[in-house]
């Protein structure tokens, strides 16, 4: 009996630790399957071993942390879970009892029906009694989707509540525990799909639900940003749009190209709805998007034939999907099936078979990146997985490797989840001794590899030097975002490296046109066209150039932001720690970060070489906004009569000027509309100006 104790105890502790790493940190270390399955086996020793039952147990709660970084939001009606299956039989057993649940609730409601009927009726046909009557409202809408399901698919991302007060946007929020979220309105209010002001004749209350998530497109181009920048990139477009929505900055938010579909309601005041089906269809004439893939099923056939079409359809849809949900459409219905104390009763989630597949771990290759981060990766023996045929793995970092407890020559189970490179996510067969562990020397330079901070997972070159380090920095500095010299890709870079043509990124620009004629499958016009390439690459503005010299912790965003503010090289390099901290997006360890970046003699030299190549060193006029606002930021709340928060948000930019979403000592001014809520109280709290819409109209003369 203490066995069983023990190992409840540690699947409590163990599914508490990976809801942690999955919600709070964005980064889990089990997959969905093996998650379901852990919550599954201590289900089951609940069930047959009730003694042991706690509510303290993470199979009573619903599952999310609230992080203590954002205001808190309570929800009206909690935000719950669905209950989830992957087995055929399972549905099958759910659609049986949610039937037979239905059967009862209807012959009741006929039975009640049927009496008002004879009371009302002096000839009452004895024959009808048992058929429903169709005598009021809820009696029709019964008959109508009496049997009726709502399958739609199960979006892979982070659930959100949206509240609309007399139709206007007023608060967004993540679900957190399901009792409290965190108020994230800023970052909700930047999903182009989610309307600021319902169309449609809006009730005076509406707390809507649905799934924020990032489409597949948006989710590959920003994991390449992110490794262009240096950084470690999302494991799935699930933890990319988590970690998006959770931005401090909404600009930041609002860069990642979030995605909404509207899924339930917590409460409405002022409307109601008789089925799932026509909620959706009101949410659509609000000004919402709806899944193109829901299917109203009525019977169980009709929902596993569309189950086996969707999972057919899911690796050409944008999104992902990891599932269905299942529905019972009647909201009467809904309402007699009722909850347990997580989930619904009524609706649960049938998930699709993960991508997974079992093979040999070949080899671990090291790889050095542009800021010399050393990352495993895993070279497999190439094995077909949903379509395609998989020959490499990602092992994300030596802590991952450690974990894992992996080596070469063992067999492993692989998953995609989200990435086209899959994640290893156990060994099956351990063909060989303990983990492979991180090298003690640079494979291209054989410098010492050094861990910088225990709490970094992180292992990295330090040697400026670095071979390895400056063919990345090379690659990045000639890519689109950065520097953009079109035809200069990895080919060309590892045949002028090997002809010990690019010493210095500045060498690029010393290139000459025998240069290229030299390299392989070159002919005159691609010389031509590389060298124009090159040419064209000395006028890009001073934010490019920044972004493609690379600075720690600075991406495009800040090089951008950077650049507008210094205007020159020259005035970036005689910049102060405290002039970066002025700029309100800009935090201390960026600061410092930007100023141990200029201060550092080899950036002089870089610069001033690729300065005496004709590299354009100042951003535009042209793109620089009027200065009237120059240094001002500015914190919007409340309605404004004659401006959208978009509008405003446009003028005080083009003016110089920045927004906020929060009130802090370094706002300028508190602009007020009606109805302004806790931004004016904590503007009034630190003193910072306060103007009204006809102060700002002023302004802006
Ligand atoms: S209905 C009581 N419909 O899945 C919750 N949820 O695992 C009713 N999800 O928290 C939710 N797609 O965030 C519903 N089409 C869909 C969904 C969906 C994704 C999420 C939702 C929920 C989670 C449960």
Redesign the pocket.
């Known amino acids: 009996m203490n066995d069983i104790k023990n190992k409840i105890d540690h699947l409590r502790k163990g599914i508490e630790r990976h809801n942690k790493l999955y919600y709070a940190k964005q980064n889990p270390e089990i997959s969905d399957t093996e998650y379901d399955n852990l919550v599954k086996e201590l289900e089951k020793l609940e069930r047959d071993y009730p003694l042991f039952a706690s509510k303290d147990s993470p199979t009573q709660k619903v599952s999310g942390t609230v992080s203590s970084s954002f205001e808190k939001v309570k929800h009206a009606v909690p935000m719950?879970?669905?209950d989830?299956t992957y087995s055929e039989e399972e549905i099958g057993k759910w659609y049986e009892r949610t039937i037979k649940a239905i059967t009862n609730y209807e012959l009741q409601i006929a039975n009640e029906n049927g009496k008002a009927h004879r009371e009302n009726t002096a000839s009452c046909n004895d024959s009808n009694q048992d058929l429903p009557l169709q005598t009021d409202e809820a009696g029709e809408a019964i008959q109508k989707s009496a049997l009726s399901f709502t399958v739609?698919?199960?979006?892979d991302g982070v659930?959100a509540s949206l509240t609309y007060v007399n139709g206007v946007l007023a608060i967004g929020a993540t679900?957190g525990d399901g009792e409290t979220g965190e108020d994230i309105t800023e970052n909700i209010k930047t999903i182009r799909d989610i309307p600021h002001k319902l169309k449609d004749n809006p009730p005076a209350f509406f707390e809507l639900r649905g799934?924020v998530y990032m489409d597949k497109e948006s989710f590959a181009a920003i994991n390449e940003e992110i490794i262009e920048n240096g950084g470690q990139k999302f494991a799935n477009p699930r933890n990319a749009a988590s970690g998006s929505l959770r931005q401090k900055n909404p600009q930041i938010t609002a860069s990642r190209r979030l995605r909404f579909f509207v899924?339930?309601f917590g409460d409405i005041k002022g409307l109601s709805f008789s089925t799932h089906s026509d909620f959706l269809e009101y949410c659509k004439k609000c000004g919402f998007k709806l899944q193109k893939d829901i299917k109203t099923c009525r019977s169980l056939k009709e929902i596993t034939d569309f189950s086996l079409e969707m999972l057919e359809k899911r690796e050409t849809l944008p999104y992902e999907i990891d599932g269905l949900?299942i529905k019972v459409d009647s909201y009467g219905l809904q309402k007699e099936l009722g909850y347990t104390n997580k989930?619904?009763r009524w609706?649960i989630?049938y998930k699709f078979p993960a991508k997974q597949a079992t093979t040999k771990l070949n080899q671990i290759r090291v790889q050095v990146g542009r800021t010399g981060i050393i990352t495993p990766s895993a070279v497999l023996e190439p094995v077909p997985l949903a379509g395609v045929t998989i020959s490499h793995a990602t092992l994300h970092n030596f802590e991952e490797i450690e974990r894992l407890n992996v080596n070469e020559g063992d067999t492993v189970l692989i998953e995609r989840a989200g990435d086209v490179i899959p994640k290893i996510v156990k060994v099956t067969v351990k063909n060989s001794e303990g983990f492979f562990k991180p090298p003690k020397h640079c494979p291209s330079c054989q410098s010492e590899i050094v861990k910088e901070s225990e709490e970094e997972a992180a292992y990295r070159c330090v040697n400026p030097e670095c071979p390895a380090q400056f063919r990345r920095h090379l690659i990045h500095f000639v890519s689109r975002n950065a520097m953009n010299i079109d035809g200069f890709g990895e080919v060309v870079i590892d045949q002028l490296l090997e002809k010990e043509k690019l010493k210095t990124l500045a060498d690029i620009y010393a290139l000459t046109f025998d240069d290229f004629l030299g390299l392989e499958l070159f002919k005159e016009k691609k010389a031509n066209n590389l060298m124009k390439s090159i040419a064209e690459s000395k006028k890009r503005p001073l934010s490019k150039l920044l972004f493609a010299l690379g600075i720690r912790h600075a991406g495009e965003k800040v090089s951008e932001i950077i650049a507008k503010r210094f205007i020159t090289m020259d005035a970036l390099f005689t910049a102060s720690v405290g002039d970066f901290i002025k700029i309100n997006e800009i935090g201390d360890v960026l600061a410092v970060s930007l100023k141990e970046f200029f201060e550092k003699p080899e950036m002089r030299h870089i610069t001033n070489a690729l300065k005496a190549a004709g590299v354009n060193m100042t951003e535009p006029e042209s793109e620089n906004p009027g200065t009237a606002f120059e240094g001002k930021t500015f914190v919007l709340t409340g309605e404004l009569a004659n401006y959208t928060r978009e509008k405003a948000t446009e003028i005080i930019k083009s003016l110089g000027g920045r927004t906020s979403s929060s009130v802090s000592k370094k706002t300028s001014y508190v602009l007020a509309g009606a109805e302004a809520g806790s931004k004016l109280e904590k503007a009034k709290e630190l003193g910072v100006q306060v103007i009204s819409e006809a102060e700002f109209e002023e302004l802006i003369k």
């Open positions: 719950l879970s669905l989830n739609e698919p199960k979006i659930s679900r799934e899924h339930s949900v989930s619904p609706a989630a």
